[in-house]
């Protein structure tokens, strides 16, 4: 009898904390991985490499609402384009490439856009080619940070450890795209946000672990 209210009370526990996890734990981790910040007038606007349109858009929005007049944009490494010109075929436009076209062709003059080379590998390849930009003009003293969602609490972390390291301060406000479909509270419903929060997980954990310890 002892024996069988014991692990009834084990069944017990384990079905309440189930249900813990499935009410406030599992909707929160979607959440947990957004940073989003009141914007305040900039000197630039840095949108993150990875997906082109969304993360335009949001950037274009944010340039008409005047709270910056320049874009930066960073040249990310495709190994892929390696072989189209070992082949002698064209190579089609990069990330900060597209990027630019879809500015443009949303009202930006081009004079206000700027590609800084580099070949990014990864957010960190970005923050510190950022940080090189910055220590070389001095009047830049604030950026506004536009990604994806799922992408925004660890890209800030990133750059504001980055920019740490450079001989003055700067203000980094971060802005998560409006028009990514990431679905923050209900993530689990779709295979390729179900994706995203595990592997944006993982490299929080680098991040923490690892990455961070690299960027000085």
């Known amino acids: 009898m002892f024996i069988r209210k014991k692990k009834m009370t084990i069944l017990v526990i384990l079905f309440v904390f189930s249900i813990f996890i499935?009410?406030?734990?599992?909707?929160?981790l979607g959440r947990w991985l957004i940073a989003e910040d009141e914007l305040q007038t900039s000197d630039i606007i840095v949108v993150l490499t990875g997906s082109v349109h969304d993360r335009m858009l949001q950037a274009v929005d944010i340039y008409n609402e005047k709270y910056s007049r320049k874009i930066v944009l960073i040249n990310s490494y495709n190994p892929r384009f390696d072989i189209l010109v070992e082949r002698g075929l064209e190579m089609p436009?990069?990330?900060?490439?597209?990027?630019?076209?879809?500015?443009?062709?949303?009202?930006?003059?081009?004079?206000?856009?700027?590609?800084?080379?580099?070949n990014a590998r990864s957010t960190k390849d970005e923050a510190l080619i950022l940080k090189e930009y910055i220590r070389n003009n001095r009047a830049i003293k604030s950026i506004i940070l536009v990604t994806s969602k799922y992408h925004s609490r660890r890209s800030k972390k990133i750059f504001t450890k980055t920019l740490n390291y450079l001989d003055r301060e700067i203000s980094i406000y971060c802005?998560?795209?409006?028009?990514?479909?990431?679905?923050?509270?209900?993530w689990w419903k779709d295979r390729e946000d179900i994706k995203s929060v595990f592997l944006e997980y993982l490299k929080l954990a680098n991040f923490y672990f690892h990455e961070q310890f690299l960027l000085d």
């Open 175 to 186: 802005s998560p795209s409006k028009y990514d479909t990431f679905n923050t509270r209900q």
């Open 22 to 28: 499935k009410m406030f734990i599992v909707p929160n």
């Open 93 to 118: 436009p990069g990330h900060a490439q597209q990027s630019k076209m879809v500015a443009i062709a949303s009202g930006v003059p081009e004079e206000n856009i700027l590609i800084l080379d580099g």
